[in-house]
């Protein structure tokens, strides 16, 4: 259904409007008051300002540290890693990418069997972005030629077709450069 967000322009020009109208609806919204609605000083003294100033700053450090601590997990380098060290037999694939298009030695997986995607790219620089059915990213990797494949362990929980894409801008036809995986049923 979202389909069209990568694939025309109107998708790419929806979601810039997304972010576009909210930051002009506050913007004008603060210029009208100031200008038309209050035009006095604003009667805020400067002990106000440093209180709200070190409240801010609490609350960045505070959010920052929660976001950071909570979602360390599901970071595809720490899996990873934590998978390759737990001894687990993952299934090795080869991923070759090229404008505009992915090589990959298996297109097929089952829930539960964790599988390490060994890519690289043979151009220039690329993505291998992995999408759940529900259209949310599970991992993506950034593919620079030259450089020796990157790997990365990831166990698929849900059967359905996932779609590839590419999330760095690698050219004319980078809009289209994608591809699909079916992850089946555990078959054991
Ligand atoms: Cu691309």
Not at 46 to 68: E, H, P, Q, S
Not at 125 to 138: E, I, K, S, T
């Amino acid at each position: 259904m979202l389909e069209f967000i990568y694939q025309s322009g109107w998708g790419a020009f929806t979601v810039l409007l997304l972010f576009q109208i909210p930051f002009l609806l506050v913007f004008l919204t603060i210029v009208f008051r100031k200008a038309y609605v209050n035009s006095e000083p604003s009667g805020i003294t400067d002990a106000d300002v440093g209180k709200w100033r070190g409240r801010w700053l609490t609350l960045v450090v505070a959010l920052f540290l929660i976001i950071n601590l909570a979602s360390i997990k599901f970071i595809p380098a720490v899996y990873t890693a934590r998978a390759a060290a737990g001894d687990v037999a993952a299934i090795d694939v080869t991923v070759e990418a090229q404008s505009w298009s992915y090589d990959m030695s298996a297109y097929e997986f089952e829930v539960g069997k964790p599988v390490r995607f060994n890519a690289k790219s043979l151009d220039t620089v690329h993505g291998f972005a992995v999408y759940h059915p529900d259209g949310d990213v599970l991992f993506t990797m950034m593919l620079v030629p030259g450089v020796s494949e990157s790997s990365l362990i990831y166990t698929f929980t849900e059967p359905g077709t996932y779609k590839v894409r590419c999330l760095e801008y690698c050219g004319m036809a980078h809009h289209d450069m994608s591809d699909e995986i079916t992850v089946t049923e555990a078959s054991s």
